[in-house]
């Protein structure tokens, strides 16, 4: 079957950094556009970062630029999402998403895209 699979969430303090891995599993992850998304208790899920196919291109929401970084590894067929100086608004569970329609990382939600099942981020003092 088609998944993505993440991992490296956890419990942070204020301040703190997270990497956050997106693994592929049944397609070749640089054949997309790789969004991360997260969402919050009670509140809708959003656009968070998204890297372009041959990964010479980023996007990044306001509220992350300057703190959080995507990149690809090819060969292992990964993207990262490298989180540092974490707030408490960061909180969230995040999602890594390839974009199966090539909308070109608008970070809008819609159909057509490949989910990952989430890794919880908690940051916390």
């Known amino acids: 079957q088609v998944q993505l699979v993440e991992s490296g969430g956890g419990l942070v303090q204020p301040g703190d950094s997270l990497r956050l891995s997106c693994a592929a599993s049944?397609?070749?992850?640089?054949?997309?556009?790789i969004g991360w998304f997260r969402q919050a208790p009670g509140k809708e899920r959003e656009g968070v970062s998204c890297i372009s196919r041959n990964g010479r291109s980023t996007y990044y929401a306001d509220s992350v630029k300057g703190r959080f970084t995507i990149s690809r590894d090819s060969a292992k067929n990964t993207v990262y999402l490298q989180m540092n100086s974490l707030k408490p608004e960061d909180t969230a569970v995040y999602y890594c998403?390839?974009?199966?329609?090539?909308?070109?990382?608008?970070?809008?939600?819609?159909?057509?895209?490949?989910w990952g099942q989430g890794t919880q981020v908690t940051v916390s003092s």
């Open positions: 998403a390839a974009d199966l329609f090539y909308r070109g990382c608008t970070l809008v939600l819609g159909s057509g895209y490949s």
């Open positions: 049944g397609f070749t992850l640089g054949d997309y556009d």
